[in-house]
């Protein structure tokens, strides 16, 4: 038979033909009106998706890239930190402050779990000194959705910033940053946003501004001044990565004529009727708070997890995610993030039917589609 | 919800990615070895899957052209030849003979139906006169599949040509033309050839090439000596449509490296899948004789035929063709033919369980997917 791919990661994510073509088309030089209309575009787009009045940089790197920048921007050598650590994300706040000599308090939350914004507000009573809470909008390893609403409530009465990565949230969960009075936005170009990874957003509060001045951190690619001063002139910094921004563009203009509300609803469908079939097949979620980037599913008894992915990545060609460590091969991730539709996800559920079946689970054919074509039909219009 | 179209007609079909940005390439001049190249190696591409020792040559045409071409290069005004009509397209070799004072007897088989060998032997028999037989591989407006085997030992004992349509069946059932006796055979670029149309194939048997230069039906563009001249400089009459012969090239490729056998099996393991789909849900097939090239399905009663194909093409997005004149709202058709893959079976199944929940039928959703899949996961390899 011949095969087709599918890819169900969340990240990279599926991109349009009309974005994936516009990379095809003859460079532009950088320093040019034609590429400033382009870029500051761009830039408009990427302000609506964040829901930010702040402008957005944009950066040639991948969401790491935009981590860094947050903390490079804000921090001085010695302050001290919180980072919510609810997944392999979320953990790696904390290192990036290490590395920069940044004393990171981690609160870490199990697998699949959320942290409750009563205890962060105990833990800012408890510690007045905090000057950052680094958290996670969706953490990719286990699509838990986290309270940034909450946070924000929480954080905007200390003295202290909040910092999200939205990499794999933004655009598919809500997450309006200057009404949830959040003061530092990350994104990246590979999830929601619809183009292929390579370009990182950040975005800060006009009160995460005044951090900027004052940061003695080291820094120099991600030195959010540079980025700034830069904008004056319409133009970047550093050589823009041309093709990719074109591209951004483009997946934008789509996004701003779908509109974000119906981005966010289609997202939500999508992740229900995922969540639908799984639990038909009698499979366990892993997240508490299930968000609608990702669904993970956590192996039943007697399935080799490792296994199983290879075979729905090698013999099915559905590129499902595994888990990462320290739960690898604990439980699998289909995401439903960006451009996908309602057959990706009858697809990605009729792959899982069938590899189950291979695995010996009892007569898994049909019943993860039936229950999420029934969702799915209401709202396919 | 973002939604994304799904092509399932028996015409225009899928075309691989790879073959569709060949055609973005820049053009190059069609009298230069390097076009000679790509164009004689997609002459023997094509002879590899005609399976035919003979010549096959190029037309910038749809397979209608080729149809026209097999009657101009062979017969003289006032012949009398056979045709065999069992749906939209077997009736077109009628109207073609007629429009250029050919006398076509035509054989008038019930849709979905096929002719039997030894029908066909008796009707010879009693008219030895016929100059021709013209028949049809695949029967596309039904999807049945006729007995060219059996046709050629009959006809190779007579004076008589056979001439067979394959424009929707070659590549998708078996029908080695030097093998089966067939003396001329056609084919079009759009089916399982994996590329866009625009291209027609025809080639002729041995016993049919002195017919091309007895016949004195008048002739320009499709003048097979025209073209056989030209062959003679590796190149063709007329400009050539280039792009389109670079994909085909590109198609040919890839159909060589996947072999004819294993594309064959591909359609009939597709073809068998569907069909088990269907009769899950309880619906009826149309054609006796049901071939790998596309599966016709009569609507139950009590469903709006023609509100059912809108909702199909329109809600869902996938493009099932509807029935032809003179049966138009009475079956749908669902082609699994060319670049299709198993995913995209169970997404027309999908699509046609949610469309049917739609319009009333009881509690399809997930049976003829279920069906597929059972069948499809055996031969995911």
Redesign the interface.
């Known amino acids: 038979?011949?095969?087709?791919d599918?890819l169900l990661s969340p990240g990279p994510t599926q991109v349009p033909e009309e974005v994936l073509l516009e990379a095809?088309r003859p460079l532009i030089h950088h320093r040019t009106p034609e590429f400033s209309n382009i870029f500051m575009d761009t830039i408009d787009g990427l302000k609506y998706v964040f829901q930010t009045g702040e402008d957005v940089y944009l950066l040639a790197s991948s969401g790491t890239g935009a981590m860094e920048a947050a903390v490079v921007n804000l921090l001085c050598p010695g302050d001290r930190v919180l980072t919510i650590n609810g997944g392999k994300f979320g953990a790696r706040w904390a290192k990036i402050c290490r590395a920069y000599g940044v004393e990171a308090q981690e609160i870490e939350v199990p697998w699949g779990d959320v942290y409750p914004k009563e205890e962060l507000e105990q833990e800012l009573k408890g510690n007045p000194d905090l000057k950052a809470v680094f958290s996670t909008l969706c953490e990719t390893a286990t699509g838990a959705v986290f309270d940034i609403q909450g946070y924000g409530e929480v954080v905007c009465r200390t003295g202290a910033v909040l910092v999200v990565d939205g990499i794999s949230g933004i655009g598919a969960t809500a997450c309006p940053m200057d009404d949830w009075n959040v003061d530092v936005l990350i994104s990246g170009s590979q999830k929601s946003f619809m183009t292929p990874p390579g370009l990182a957003y950040i975005a800060f509060s006009s009160r995460a501004q005044e951090w900027i001045e004052r940061s003695t951190l080291p820094r120099f690619y991600f030195d959010v001044r540079a980025a700034r001063k830069a904008l004056d002139s319409r133009t970047s910094p550093w050589t823009p990565a041309i093709s990719l921004i074109r591209q951004q563009k483009k997946a934008l203009d789509r996004i701003r004529d779908?509109t974000l509300g119906r981005l966010i609803?289609?997202h939500r469908?999508?992740g229900e009727a995922t969540r639908a079939g799984i639990r038909a097949l009698g499979l366990e979620l892993l997240a508490k708070h299930p968000g609608n980037i990702l669904t993970a599913v956590v192996f039943p008894e007697g399935i080799d997890g490792f296994a199983f992915i290879r075979a729905m990545q090698d013999?099915?060609r559905a590129y499902i995610a595994g888990s990462q460590e320290p739960y690898k091969g604990r439980f699998f991730r289909i995401a439903h993030l960006g451009?996908?539709?309602?057959?990706?996800i009858?697809?990605a559920l009729?792959?899982v039917?069938?590899a189950l079946?291979?695995f010996g689970f009892e007569n898994p054919?049909?019943?993860a589609?039936?229950?999420a074509?029934?969702i799915?039909?209401e709202?396919?219009?």
């Open positions: 038979m011949i095969k087709k599918i095809s779908f609803e289609h469908i999508l013999k099915y451009y996908m539709s309602g057959y990706d009858l697809t009729s792959a039917e069938m079946s291979d054919s049909g019943k589609v039936a229950a074509e029934i799915l039909k709202h396919w219009k």
